[in-house]
């Protein structure tokens, strides 16, 4: 399935006393990567929003291995479980700059009609751009 690569830098305001990424933080950099995922097939967050799409997190599981220290250069990789329905599932693995695996998530987010607020199938638009 499709995947994406991003890379950032760990900000010192990411971190805790201790200089170690703060475990809630983790969301944030899976939703960059997710961004970053839908912005290689054309499209934000923000288009998807003005053309009537929302896509709430409805799970969201992360298993810690190791943790980013301040001034990491971290990558995360995003991939797609499956060809979305209702719900579209993403895959994710985040290494430091030297290889180690840091964590392991999976997301599960489902599209949402904005006028209606009711749930809807994935827009054509994503699938054909993953067929």
Do not use: C
């Not at 805790?16 to 990424?21: E, F, H, L, N």
């Not at 009537?52 to 799970?59: A, G, I, R, S």
């Not at 797609?80 to 987010?109: C, D, M, R, V, W």
């Amino acid at each position: 399935m499709k995947k994406n690569l991003t890379k950032l830098r760990v900000r010192y305001a990411e971190t805790d006393q201790m200089g170690v990424v703060y475990y809630g933080n983790y969301a944030q950099y899976l939703e960059q990567g997710r961004t970053e995922w839908l912005r290689e097939l054309g499209f934000s967050y923000k288009w998807m929003e003005e053309n009537n799409v929302l896509l709430p997190v409805t799970n969201l599981n992360i298993n810690y291995k190791l943790p980013a220290r301040y001034d990491d250069v971290i990558s995360i990789t995003t991939s797609l479980k499956n060809i979305p329905t209702f719900k579209i599932e993403f895959y994710y693995e985040i290494h430091n700059q030297l290889g180690e695996l840091l964590i392991s998530a999976e997301t599960t987010l489902v599209f949402i009609n904005a006028t209606s607020n009711k749930l809807m199938k994935a827009p054509n638009y994503l699938l054909e751009k993953l067929t």
